[in-house]
């Protein structure tokens, strides 16, 4: 597979290599992956541009890592890819032609008060909306579909589509890589109970306490792990409420030698999965602030060289005081980059810890029960028992194709995306009643 992809002159990818660094633990292993400069694919007018990095982790365990860092470049790769051919009209009329639609209506997006705030960017998402959509289709009968396009591709609103009608932010969570289009499609729901977890915890969902798991470090990650900082960092492991049953993790790191806190989620059919894999996004968190409090680390060097746009970041500062950078309603948090420099801000990521950890019981590893199998029948099953029906669009270019791998967009209507806090996704039903 690498070989058909990786090449420094004319790959999809120009590099993959792994990313060595000595603040992180010894078990902790990551691989970056940089992407071609794909505006020259379509020559001098091309309007394709793709991520230019792929990240992966993992514990103890270079192929996942590899694989990870690979499968990241490629889902951002491939959901850029947005066909010229996409059909335009409204939900009504499609149905009116005899094509099945999903419902506008289904969507968790926007609430009324805030379509009414001045200079909202984003308009109703209605059936008599004309928009372009995608043909996907429904996972569990495989029904043929249509789904909104700017929530099915990344970076959707540029070139020719920055006049239509805007309906949302770029929907970060449900794009996924696999070898396998099922593979792809697990991992894409999986992804996408995470957030909607975190979503309805963070938003203040306190119908139900958080576990902390008091004894975490009887799971073998810890072990695995060999945090040669130990002694100045504490990890604390969450079990968020799963509305769906399915085990979500929380782990969230204080690193009290340099005053950086991080926190990653994670989804698995297994707490124990679900914990390894949320302890591996944390890490990477906190090397992303790692870099971020230094003016001469890689990420700063990015900016200056022009790989990263200087709009994803305030100026550096010194202090770390950027809550006062930010306006007062977070109108400028329009990007999820720019929400890791915010919580360098000591004040921040103080407010952060109290408002993780106000809900919470206590309890031993031991006293978690066994998880039901899930695989992805079962998975699907449930969420469409929940009227959450799950649907599918393969958005696997040729060249990927090639190499052996699947990209695919999940959409899971009614079920919480992540956002940026300029416009946090406050509509649907689920934020303010029992799921």
């Not at 490629?74 to 009209?89: A, K, Q, T």
């Not at 008091?214 to 130990?230: F, K, T």
């Not at 980059?337 to 031991?366: C, I, K, N, W």
Request: proline share 7%.
């Amino acid at each position: 597979m690498d070989d058909l992809l990786v090449d420094a002159r004319s790959g999809v990818l120009t590099s993959l290599e792994p990313h060595i660094r000595s603040d992180m633990p010894t078990g902790w292993v990551g691989w970056a992956a940089r992407v071609a400069d794909t505006r020259n694919f379509g020559g001098s007018g091309s309007l394709f541009r793709a991520d230019p990095y792929g990240f992966g982790a993992s514990i103890r365990d270079d192929a996942a890592a590899r694989g990870a860092a690979t499968g990241e470049a490629v889902e951002r790769y491939c959901g850029n890819v947005v066909p010229e051919d996409l059909i335009r009209s409204s939900a009504s009329a499609l149905e009116l032609a005899g094509s099945r639609v999903v419902d506008p209506a289904k969507f968790a997006l926007y609430s009324e008060d805030q379509y009414r705030l001045p200079g909202f960017p984003f308009v109703p998402f209605t059936s008599a909306l004309e928009i372009r959509w995608a043909l996907g289709h429904t996972m569990d009968e495989k029904v043929p579909t249509y789904v909104p396009a700017a929530l099915t591709y990344l970076g959707y609103y540029t070139g020719t589509r920055r006049g239509e009608p805007p309906i949302a932010s770029l929907q970060y969570a449900g794009i996924a890589a696999g070898r396998s289009r099922d593979e792809a499609e697990m991992s894409a729901l999986l992804e996408l109970l995470e957030r909607d977890a975190t979503a309805l915890w963070w938003c203040g969902d306190r119908s139900q306490p958080a576990i902390e798991l008091a004894d975490w470090e009887r799971l073998p990650a810890h072990r695995q792990l060999g945090d040669l900082e130990s002694q100045t960092r504490s990890v604390r492991v969450l079990l968020l409420p799963s509305p769906f049953g399915i085990p979500v993790a929380a782990v969230w790191i204080r690193d009290d030698r340099r005053g950086l806190v991080a926190l990653g989620t994670a989804c698995r059919p297994t707490v124990e999965a679900a914990v390894s894999k949320a302890l591996v996004e944390a890490y990477a968190v906190l090397a992303i602030t790692i870099d971020l409090a230094d003016p001469d680390g890689p990420t700063w060097r990015s900016v200056a060289d022009g790989t990263l746009p200087a709009h994803l970041y305030k100026p550096f500062r010194a202090d770390r005081r950027y809550r006062d950078e930010f306006d007062a309603q977070w109108k400028d948090v329009v990007d999820l980059p720019t929400v890791a420099q915010l919580y360098l801000d000591p004040v921040m990521a103080g407010a952060a810890e109290e408002h993780l950890f106000d809900y919470t019981e206590t309890r031993s590893v031991s006293e978690i029960p066994d998880e039901a199998p899930l695989n992805l029948t079962s998975l699907i099953a449930l969420l469409t028992s929940r009227g959450h029906q799950p649907l599918s669009v393969d958005l696997t270019t040729r060249d990927i194709s090639i190499a052996g791998l699947h990209v695919v967009r999940v959409l899971s209507p009614g079920l919480y995306n992540n956002a940026p806090a300029a416009f946090p996704l406050l509509g649907g039903s689920r934020l303010t009643s029992k799921v």
